[in-house]
C-alpha cells in the first residue's frame, strides 16, 4: 500500500531555460582548406586570431575543440575573422552557422553542462572530478593529525518527460593527513603495503594513486622536459615551484597521469616529501574518539546541508555570473526544489507460530527473537574451539542455550570438540574425523567454530572457511573468541542473531513479510553483483542469486570468476539457466512466470548497453530453459538498475531538516515517473540519510495495471528480508546476498594462488544455504 507522505525540501535546483530560446552551432572553415589534422595540431594560434572577431559578432560563446557555440546568431554567415599564416600561406577564417539547437535536444543538454562548468570555473576552485573545493576552508584536527578538505559535488540533471534541468549539489568531503608520503616510508617496512594509496601534491592540490615505489630513482634523477632538455627532478621543483627538496636520497613515487585530450595514460614520478597521504589509516577508522570528532563535519544534518549548498548556489549570484546567465536565456533558482512524497507502508514481519510484528509500531531487533517462520531442527551439529579459548566457550555455550530456548530454536545439545593446536591442518583433521564419525542419520549438517584473531583477521577463518565450503560441505558459523569478551547481555544478544544466521545457513525461513507483492503467481527474483579486486591482479567476480520460495527467502547461489577484460555479460545465460532449472526442481516443478532481477546500479549511458547485452543473455536463457520443459506459458521479465550511490538528498520539516520516515517514495519532479523512482528504506540517526535509485530497464509488464507501484512496494518490503541485520537494509536482500557473495569469494582469492578460490560445493545449493552470510 501506497499512500501520500509530506512535502520533503532537496538538494536540486532548477535551472529555468526559456523555451524560445536557441543555441547556434558554428563551424570554423579556412581559404584555401586547412585539414582537420592542422587545424587541431595549430588550434591554440587560429584561435588567437579569430578571438576579437568572435567577442565582436557572438558576445559570448563555447568552444568545443573545432566548434562553437553561442546563444547570439551571427549577422553575417561567411563572417571574415582573420587571417592565418602557414608556412608562407595565408588562410582567411571565417565563421559558417552548422545547426540550431533547442532545448532538450541531447547536444543541448550537453552545452548546458558545459556552460555550467565554464561558471564554476569562474569560482576558482579545486576541482577533483565532479566535486569542487574550497583550499582555503581546510579543517583541522591536529589532535588526529588530519585536515578536512571541504566541498560540494555537483553534476547537471535532466528530468526528461518533462525536459526539465537541475543542478544536484551535495556535501563532499576529503580526508588530508598530516603525514606525508615520505614519513610514511621512513615508518614502513614493506613498501608494498603503500601501492594503490591516494596522495596529493601540496604544491598544485592534484590527487594520484600510487602505483609502485621506485628504489632505483631519488631526486637527482633526470627527465627529459616538455623542451626536450635533460634536468633532475630537484631542479625541476626548484625552478617553477620555487621547492628545495630537503632528502635528495629518498625513492620517487611512480604514478600514472592521464591526459585529458588524449585519454593517455603516462607514468610520472613524484617526491615523497611534497605528498600527503589521504582516507583514513585503519588505526583511525578504529579509532571511535577520532571517528566521532569527525563525524561532526563529515556528517552534516539536513538544515547544514541545505545551507551549504545554498551557498554554494550564491556564487552564480555574483554580478559577473549573473550577467552571463541572462546572455545565455538562463535563470537559476536560489532556493532548492520542494517535492511532494509518498509513503509505502511496509506491513508486518511474519514469524512462527502465527505471529506478525508491525514493521512501525514493533522493535524489530527484540521482537524478531522469538520462534522463527520455518525453522530447520538441528539433530547433529558442533562446537569447536581452541583449548585457550575454554573459559570463553563455556560461558557462550550457557548463553547460547539460554538463546535457543528463549528463540524457541529446535535443536538439540551439540557435540563439543577441543583442539589443542591452531595449525589449520589439525583443525582440517578434527573436522574431517567429525564428518567420518557421523555419516547417514547422523551427519553433523552444522559446525559452530570459535577461533582466535581480531576482527576480520582470524588466522585460521579463511582457509577453514574455504576447506568448508569446497570440500566438505558442511554449514558453518564462525565467531571470534575476542568477540566473546563482552559482558554477559551483550553475549546474549550474539547468540541470538547467530541463531537467525544459522536458520538460514541450513535452509531455514527466519521470518518473511506480509502482502509482498507478485506472490500471485510463480515468480522468481533474482540479485547480480559484480566484484572487482583492486590489486595488480586485476580479476572479477559475478555473483547471482534467485528466489525458489513463496517468500522469496530460500536462494540458489552462483557465483564465476571472470578474467580481465571478458565481458561478464557472457555468462549470464547459463547462469539463468541453471538458475531456472534448479527453480523447478527435482519434482520438475512449474517454470515462472515472472522474472524480476536487481542488478547493481549502472549509469544512464550505461543503460542502453545492459539492454542491448544482458538483456539479450537473459531472454535467450528462458527461450532455452521453455525448449528444455516443451513450454509455451510465457515468460515475463523485469530488469532494475539499483544505485546506491547517489547525489539525491531529501529533508522532512520546515525548520529543522530531518531525515524523512522510512519507506519515502520520490517518483515525480526529478524522476521520470514511467521508469524510475527514488526510495529510503534504511533508518539513520546520524548524518543524512542515503537514498536508493531505482531506474527500471527492462519491463514486460508495463501494460498492467500499478505495476510500477508494485516494484516500489516489492523493493522496500525486500530491504527486510536480508537475515544479517533485523531491519531494513539500503537496498533489496537480493541484490545485499549477491554483493555480500562476490566480495566474501573475491576478497579470498589471490590469482596468484589458484587454489585459493572458494568454489561452492553444489551440495550446499542443493540445501538453498546462504553459507557466506
Known amino acids: 500500500m501506497i499512500e501520500r507522505g509530506q512535502t520533503v525540501y532537496t538538494n536540486f535546483y532548477q535551472i529555468q531555460i526559456n523555451p524560445n530560446s536557441h543555441i547556434y552551432r558554428y563551424q570554423l572553415s579556412f581559404q584555401p582548406f586547412l585539414s582537420p589534422e592542422q587545424q587541431i595540431?595549430?588550434?591554440?594560434?587560429?584561435?588567437?586570431?579569430?578571438?576579437?572577431?568572435?567577442?565582436?559578432?557572438?558576445?559570448?560563446?563555447?568552444?568545443?575543440?573545432?566548434?562553437?557555440?553561442?546563444?547570439?546568431?551571427?549577422?553575417?554567415?561567411?563572417?571574415?575573422?582573420?587571417?592565418?599564416?602557414e608556412e608562407g600561406t595565408s588562410y582567411s577564417i571565417s565563421i559558417e552557422e552548422k545547426a540550431v539547437l533547442k532545448?532538450?535536444?541531447?547536444?543541448?543538454?550537453?552545452?548546458?553542462?558545459?556552460?555550467?562548468?565554464?561558471?564554476?570555473?569562474?569560482?576558482k576552485l579545486l576541482q577533483i572530478g565532479r566535486k569542487y573545493f574550497n583550499t582555503k576552508n581546510l579543517i583541522n584536527f591536529d589532535q588526529f593529525g588530519l585536515k578536512v578538505l571541504p566541498g560540494v559535488s555537483c553534476s547537471l540533471i535532466k528530468q526528461e518527460e518533462q525536459g526539465k534541468y537541475y543542478i544536484n549539489i551535495d556535501s563532499s568531503f576529503k580526508m588530508l593527513r598530516s603525514t606525508t608520503m615520505y614519513e610514511e616510508l621512513r615508518n614502513s617496512r614493506d613498501f608494498s603495503q603503500l601501492e594503490g594509496a591516494i596522495v596529493m601534491t601540496v604544491y598544485n592540490y592534484k590527487f594520484y594513486k600510487v602505483n609502485k615505489v621506485s628504489r632505483e630513482m631519488n631526486p637527482k634523477s633526470e627527465f627529459e622536459n616538455l623542451k626536450g632538455e635533460k634536468m633532475s627532478y630537484m631542479q625541476y621543483y626548484q625552478d617553477k615551484y620555487?621547492?628545495?627538496?630537503?632528502?635528495?636520497?629518498?625513492?620517487?613515487?611512480?604514478?600514472?597521469?592521464?591526459?585529458?585530450?588524449?585519454?593517455?595514460?603516462?607514468?610520472?614520478?613524484?617526491?615523497?616529501?611534497?605528498?600527503?597521504?589521504?582516507?583514513l589509516s585503519n588505526e583511525m577508522r578504529n579509532n571511535f574518539q577520532t571517528m566521532k570528532q569527525l563525524s561532526t563535519v563529515t556528517k552534516p544534518r539536513g538544515v547544514d546541508?541545505?545551507?551549504?549548498?545554498?551557498?554554494?548556489?550564491?556564487?552564480?549570484?555574483?554580478?559577473?555570473?549573473?550577467?552571463?546567465?541572462?546572455?545565455?536565456?538562463?535563470?537559476?533558482?536560489?532556493?532548492?526544489?520542494?517535492?511532494?512524497?509518498?509513503?509505502?507502508?511496509?506491513?508486518?514481519?511474519?514469524?512462527?507460530?502465527?505471529?506478525?510484528?508491525n514493521i512501525e509500531t514493533g522493535n524489530l531487533d527484540r521482537d524478531t527473537q522469538t520462534a522463527?517462520?520455518?525453522?530447520?531442527?538441528?539433530?547433529?551439529?558442533?562446537?569447536?574451539?581452541?583449548?585457550?579459548?575454554?573459559?570463553?566457550?563455556?560461558?557462550?555455550?550457557?548463553?547460547?542455550?539460554?538463546?535457543?530456548?528463549?528463540?524457541?530454536?529446535?535443536?538439540?545439545?551439540?557435540?563439543?570438540?577441543?583442539?589443542?593446536?591452531?595449525?589449520?591442518?589439525?583443525?582440517?583433521?578434527?573436522?574431517?574425523?567429525?564428518?567420518?564419525?557421523?555419516?547417514?542419520?547422523?551427519?553433523?549438517?552444522?559446525?559452530?567454530l570459535i577461533l582466535n584473531g581480531p576482527k576480520k583477521n582470524a588466522p585460521l577463518y579463511t582457509d577453514i572457511k574455504r576447506y568448508l565450503i569446497n570440500d566438505c560441505p558442511i554449514a558453518s558459523q564462525v565467531i571470534?573468541?575476542?568477540?566473546?569478551?563482552?559482558?554477559?547481555?551483550?553475549?546474549?544478544?550474539?547468540?541470538?542473531?547467530?541463531?537467525?544466521?544459522?536458520?538460514?545457513?541450513?535452509?531455514?525461513?527466519p521470518w518473511g513479510v506480509s502482502e509482498l507483492p507478485f506472490t500471485d503467481q510463480p515468480t522468481m527474483i533474482c540479485g547480480m553483483d559484480v566484484y572487482h579486486s583492486t590489486g595488480k591482479a586485476k580479476?572479477?567476480?559475478?555473483?547471482?542469486?534467485?528466489?525458489?520460495?513463496?517468500?522469496?527467502?530460500?536462494?540458489?547461489?552462483?557465483?564465476?570468476?571472470?578474467?580481465?577484460g571478458v565481458e561478464f555479460s557472457f555468462?549470464?545465460?547459463?547462469?539463468?539457466?541453471?538458475?531456472?532449472?534448479?527453480?523447478?526442481?527435482?519434482?520438475?516443478?512449474?517454470?515462472?512466470?515472472?522474472?524480476?532481477?536487481?542488478?547493481?546500479?549502472?549509469?544512464?549511458?550505461?543503460?542502453?548497453?545492459?539492454?542491448?547485452?544482458?538483456?539479450?543473455?537473459f531472454r535467450q536463457a528462458i527461450e532455452q530453459v521453455k525448449t528444455e520443459k516443451n513450454s509455451d506459458k510465457p515468460i515475463k521479465l523485469i530488469v532494475l538498475s539499483v544505485n546506491k550511490k547517489v547525489g539525491a538528498k531529501f529533508y522532512a520539516g520546515e525548520r529543522n531538516l530531518d531525515n524523512p520516515p522510512q519507506g519515502t517514495l520520490i517518483d515525480t519532479e526529478i524522476s521520470n515517473g514511467k521508469d524510475d523512482y527514488y526510495l529510503i528504506s534504511q533508518r539513520t540517526t546520524q548524518g543524512t540519510v542515503q537514498p536508493t535509485h531505482y531506474h527500471v530497464l527492462v519491463n514486460d509488464m508495463s501494460d498492467e495495471p500499478n505495476i510500477l507501484k508494485k516494484l516500489q512496494s516489492l523493493s522496500y518490503k525486500l530491504c527486510y528480508m536480508y537475515y544479517n541485520f533485523s531491519g531494513a537494509i539500503k537496498i533489496p536482500a537480493p541484490i545485499q546476498y549477491a554483493h555480500v557473495c562476490s566480495n566474501f569469494i573475491g576478497d579470498r582469492f589471490d590469482p596468484r594462488k589458484p587454489q585459493s578460490l572458494i568454489k561452492p560445493n553444489p551440495i550446499l545449493n542443493q540445501r538453498r544455504s546462504l553459507f557466506f552470510i
Open 41 to 85: 595540431s595549430k588550434w591554440r594560434d587560429i584561435f588567437k586570431i579569430a578571438k576579437s572577431g568572435l567577442q565582436e559578432n557572438l558576445k559570448v560563446f563555447i568552444t568545443n575543440n573545432q566548434i562553437l557555440y553561442s546563444p547570439v546568431r551571427a549577422q553575417t554567415m561567411g563572417l571574415l575573422l582573420g587571417v592565418y599564416e
Open 103 to 123: 532545448p532538450g535536444e541531447p547536444e543541448y543538454t550537453g552545452l548546458i553542462g558545459r556552460f555550467f562548468k565554464m561558471l564554476l570555473k569562474q569560482q
Open 242 to 279: 620555487k621547492i628545495a627538496i630537503k632528502d635528495v636520497t629518498q625513492p620517487l613515487i611512480e604514478v600514472l597521469e592521464k591526459s585529458r585530450k588524449k585519454q593517455e595514460e603516462k607514468i610520472i614520478y613524484l617526491i615523497p616529501e611534497l605528498c600527503v597521504m589521504t582516507g
Open 305 to 357: 546541508r541545505v545551507r551549504q549548498a545554498d551557498q554554494f548556489i550564491q556564487c552564480f549570484h555574483n554580478k559577473e555570473s549573473e550577467e552571463l546567465i541572462k546572455k545565455w536565456n538562463i535563470q537559476l533558482e536560489p532556493k532548492c526544489l520542494q517535492i511532494q512524497s509518498s509513503k509505502i507502508k511496509p506491513g508486518n514481519i511474519m514469524m512462527g507460530n502465527n505471529t506478525a510484528i
Open 372 to 448: 522463527m517462520l520455518r525453522g530447520v531442527g538441528l539433530e547433529n551439529w558442533g562446537i569447536l574451539y581452541s583449548d585457550r579459548d575454554g573459559r570463553q566457550a563455556e560461558d557462550f555455550m550457557s548463553c547460547l542455550r539460554e538463546s535457543i530456548e528463549y528463540c524457541k530454536f529446535q535443536c538439540k545439545a551439540p557435540r563439543t570438540f577441543v583442539l589443542h593446536s591452531n595449525r589449520i591442518e589439525d583443525w582440517i583433521k578434527q573436522i574431517d574425523q567429525i564428518v567420518q564419525q557421523s555419516q547417514g542419520p547422523q551427519k553433523v549438517t552444522l559446525l559452530l
Open 480 to 509: 571470534l573468541s575476542s568477540t566473546l569478551n563482552q559482558p554477559k547481555g551483550k553475549v546474549k544478544t550474539i547468540c541470538n542473531k547467530l541463531l537467525v544466521q544459522i536458520c538460514a545457513k541450513v535452509g531455514g525461513t
Open 539 to 564: 580479476k572479477s567476480m559475478l555473483s547471482f542469486v534467485s528466489t525458489e520460495d513463496e517468500f522469496f527467502s530460500k536462494y540458489m547461489t552462483q557465483s564465476i570468476e571472470m578474467e580481465t
Open 571 to 617: 555468462s549470464l545465460c547459463p547462469v539463468l539457466v541453471k538458475s531456472l532449472q534448479s527453480f523447478c526442481g527435482d519434482r520438475n516443478g512449474p517454470l515462472p512466470s515472472r522474472i524480476i532481477i536487481f542488478r547493481d546500479g549502472v549509469s544512464n549511458s550505461q543503460a542502453k548497453t545492459v539492454i542491448e547485452t544482458e538483456v539479450a543473455q
